[in-house]
């Protein structure tokens, strides 16, 4: 079957940086994205990976190892408004579904 | 008007009412998606519509009844739900599925109560 795996919740503090990572298992390939949702809103997208590496954008990076099936997303000097939930996404093999994590819920405090 | 509007925001329904969940995309997008959010579950596709046409439908009870009158409009039907339905339905719209990075964009979604 195809599978992601991301941690329930995190907690860390406001001017830290987090690591949030993101395993998957999925008959094909196609990339992976990366989305915010704060409570109550939409979803808003963060990041794609297609190649092995690291993309930074700004405050936050996204990492991908085809190989090991492994992404993280890293947020470094934290703010209060990075707390949300952070989801995962696999685009394997159909044109039009993404395979989605159940999303990391993130705590930042003070 | 922001890319994507979903109405009602908040809908409380009996098991025996008929509702219609609305969504409407302001990005010139060719393809828009029904999705159903429950807490600490992964999202759950619905039904996808390509240009219009209904491309996926994702084993979802008959209740659910989607209908995309142009490329600017969603709609979700509801009748008969079951309390088990009760969830935040989010629509998203995106330009090119099936090409590489295609980005979904999202509306704030639908918090359905089913008493």
């Known amino acids: 079957g195809q599978n992601i795996d991301q941690p329930t919740e995190m907690t860390a503090t406001e001017g830290a940086i987090v690591q949030i990572n993101c395993t998957y298992q999925?008959?094909?390939?196609?990339?992976l994205f990366w989305y915010q949702q704060h409570a109550g809103e939409a979803p808003t997208f963060l990041s794609y990976?297609?190649l092995d590496g690291l993309e930074e954008k700004g405050r936050f990076s996204s990492f991908l190892s085809r190989s090991k099936g492994y992404s993280y997303l890293l947020l470094k000097e934290l703010q209060m408004k990075d707390s949300a939930s952070y989801l995962c996404?696999?685009?394997?093999?159909?044109?039009?579904?993404?395979?989605w994590g159940a999303g990391t819920k993130l705590i930042i405090k003070p | 008007e922001t890319g994507v509007t979903q109405t009602p925001r908040h809908l409380v329904m009996g098991m025996t009412n008929k509702k219609s969940l609305k969504c409407e995309q302001h990005?010139?997008?060719?393809?828009m998606y029904w999705y159903k959010q429950s807490a600490k579950k992964p999202l759950e596709l619905m039904f996808v519509?390509?240009?219009?046409?209904?491309?996926e439908n994702n084993s979802v009870p008959s209740r659910f009844s989607p209908e995309c009158p142009n490329s600017s409009h969603l709609f979700l039907h509801l009748h008969t739900l079951q309390p088990e339905d009760s969830a935040l339905y989010l629509c998203?719209?995106?330009?090119?599925?099936?090409?590489?990075?295609?980005?979904?964009?999202f509306g704030p979604g639908t918090r359905l109560t089913v008493l």
């Open positions: 998203a719209s995106s330009q090119a599925p099936g090409r590489r990075g295609d980005e979904q964009f």
């Open positions: 990005l010139g997008h060719n393809a």
């Open positions: 519509y390509s240009l219009e046409e209904r491309v």
């Open positions: 999925t008959s094909g390939f196609n990339g």
């Open positions: 990976n297609v």
């Open positions: 996404a696999v685009w394997a093999d159909s044109n039009y579904q993404l395979i």
